[in-house]
């Protein structure tokens, strides 16, 4: 069983900033990237930024130069920092890794739970 964690979500007016994380823990043998994704409503679910397990990137352009996408591969954890928060950045954010658990031969996506991210004035 493989389960992601996330936590840091929540209220931020526009210009400041907010760390979300997100903890895979159960049966994992390898991870090889870890990313966000964020669903607005009406709107399409989007990749916001990812990292691989040798720590290669990539951001959505949207959040290019405000977020800031690291891991912690001891912890098996993943973090966004986001900076510079503006109005249109208010989502659903969604913790995603691409894994291997134990015991299996096969990669397969697993998905946190969402978090909340608001910003408001």
């Known amino acids: 069983q493989v389960q992601l964690v996330e936590s840091g979500g929540g209220l931020v007016q526009p210009g400041g900033s907010l760390r979300l994380s997100c903890l895979a823990s159960g049966s994992i043998f390898r991870i090889n990237a870890m990313g966000w994704y964020r669903q607005a409503p009406g709107k399409q679910r989007e990749l916001v930024a990812t990292i691989t397990n040798g720590g290669s990137t990539n951001y959505a352009d949207s959040v290019k130069g405000r977020f800031t996408v690291s891991r912690d591969n001891t912890k098996n954890t993943v973090y966004l920092q986001m900076n510079s928060l503006k109005p249109e950045d208010t989502a659903v954010y969604l913790c995603?890794?691409?894994?291997?658990?134990?015991?299996?031969?096969?990669?397969?996506?697993?998905w946190g739970q969402g978090t909340q991210v608001t910003v408001s004035s």
């Open positions: 995603n890794a691409d894994l291997q658990s134990y015991g299996s031969i096969l990669y397969r996506q697993y």
